[in-house]
């Protein structure tokens, strides 16, 4: 039974399966979120924000925890040149803040125009507060992870026009796509020799 129990344990931290990775994910889905909306419900609640502004923010500082844990935690992505991983994961996250944000605002305004939810307690808050849980819970699993999965965290053809990008804002530039190439191999080994 001890066994059992450590092998599971060693599977949900360290196997790639879909079902483990997807456990993980939801872990750390769960972190950011719970950044994202405590960020987003404080700057409704308390500073006023309108929805789409509190959720942008909120959406924002979830991201950052969520791109940083599940590089290094949920998909195991050190053999993923960290800088395609951004442009990658700022790609994906755009799509989910617009979705999110003017999901949010598309349900909140909706929800606002059903009288009877008045009846059973609901107040302008929580019209938020279902818009933002509904959405955010499609958002996430319809998009975020499957496109993290299969895409962010995945060596790809495209990383070499994400390095290419970067290298267009940053001092050492790049004369052609041999030396991006040779940069992601590079990359790709030094992360083989500390494994």
């Known amino acids: ?23 993980r994910s939801a872990g750390v889905a769960q972190a950011a979120s719970w950044v994202d909306l405590g960020t987003g419900f404080v700057l409704f609640a308390f500073a006023h924000f309108t929805p789409w502004v509190s959720t942008a923010i909120g959406a924002f500082a979830g991201g950052v925890i969520n791109c940083i844990l599940n590089y290094r935690f949920t998909f195991h992505a050190q ?25 949010t605002q598309f349900l909140y305004y909706g929800l606002m ?16 507060a279902a818009a ?19 895409f962010v965290y995945q060596n790809r053809k495209f990383d070499k026009y994400a390095l290419e990008f970067l290298n267009l804002f940053s001092k050492k530039k790049h004369h052609n796509s041999q030396e991006i190439n040779l940069e992601i191999s590079s990359q790709s080994m030094e992360t083989e020799k500390v494994e």
């Open 79 to 103: 053999t993923c040149p960290w800088k395609a991983v951004v442009v990658k994961y700022f790609l994906v996250w755009i799509g989910s803040l617009l979705l999110n944000s003017f999901g």
């Open 1 to 23: 039974m001890n066994e059992k129990v450590k092998k599971f344990g060693s599977d949900i931290l360290n196997s790639n399966d879909l079902v483990f990775t997807f456990i």
């Open 132 to 150: 933002r849980l509904i959405v955010s819970g499609i958002v996430s699993l319809g998009w975020n992870f499957l496109l993290q999965k299969n």
């Open 113 to 128: 125009h059903w009288p009877w939810l008045e009846t059973l307690g609901f107040k302008k808050d929580g019209y938020f």
